[in-house]
């Protein structure tokens, strides 16, 4: 969310890490009956807030258009929160060898290559199913999503 609402990676890494010093601090204010992202997103935005009045430059975003980005910013988080959900549960209805290709594809460290040639497989063939699975995960997460109104 640093990012976004400032635009540089540098200031955001110096905001972020006053943010988590602050969250940190704070911690036992957190309800857990509460969005966290959107606990800690708050945090951001006052920070960014306070350092742009502190700073000598002319603000580029005045509070509200600052405050419009952090809402958006917010309500795109609830979409990919919900689309990860769905997406884990998709997941799990794969059968257990399309499971391990999924995870091995892309949370591994070998190629598509690497892994075609350990399965003996053609990298094409490889490619293709991979294709398909992911054609099915995305019917299956637009199902779920569609069936709780998020779509």
Do not use: H
Not at 81 to 106: I, T
Not at 115 to 137: D, G, H, T
């Amino acid at each position: 969310m640093c990012v976004t609402l400032l635009g540089s990676r540098n200031d955001a890494d110096e905001v972020f890490q006053e943010v988590s010093l602050l969250i940190w601090r704070d911690w036992d204010k957190f309800d857990s009956s509460r969005d966290f992202v959107r606990w800690a997103g708050g945090y951001a935005v006052n920070v960014v807030r306070n350092q742009r009045r502190k700073s000598t430059d002319r603000p580029i975003l005045s509070d509200e258009l600052l405050d419009q980005i952090a809402e958006t910013r917010n309500r795109s988080d609830d979409r990919l929160e919900a689309r990860r959900k769905a997406l884990e549960g998709c997941l799990e209805e794969l059968q257990q060898d399309q499971q391990q290709l999924v995870a091995q594809c892309y949370s591994g460290s070998d190629s598509i290559r690497a892994l075609a040639s350990s399965r003996n497989v053609e990298p094409n063939a490889m490619y293709k199913r991979l294709e398909r699975l992911r054609r099915i995960l995305f019917d299956c997460v637009q199902r779920n999503l569609q069936s709780e109104g998020m779509v």
